[in-house]
C-alpha cells in the first residue's frame, strides 16, 4: 500500500483585491476567488447593518 497519498502542490491562491498567498493543496492549478480575509466585510469591520424594524412593528406604529 505505499504511494496511496496524494501529491500535495504548491499552488497560488488570488483574490480579486490583489491579495496573493501561497498554499498546499492537492490541487494542480492556481485558484482565483472574489474574497479573501483581506478584504472580505466580515473581517474588515464594515459590515453593512440592517436597521430597518419588522413590518408588524412598523405598522403599529404607523397605525397607533
Known sequence: MKKIHPKINKILFTCSCGN???I??????????????????????KQKINKNIGR???FN????
Do not use: A, P, Q, R
Open 20 to 22: 496573493k498567498k501561497y
Open 56 to 58: 408588524i412593528k412598523k
Open 61 to 64: 406604529i404607523k397605525f397607533n
Open 24 to 45: 498546499w493543496s492537492i490541487l494542480v492549478k492556481d485558484i482565483n476567488t472574489d474574497v479573501c480575509n483581506i478584504c472580505h466585510s466580515f473581517y474588515t469591520g
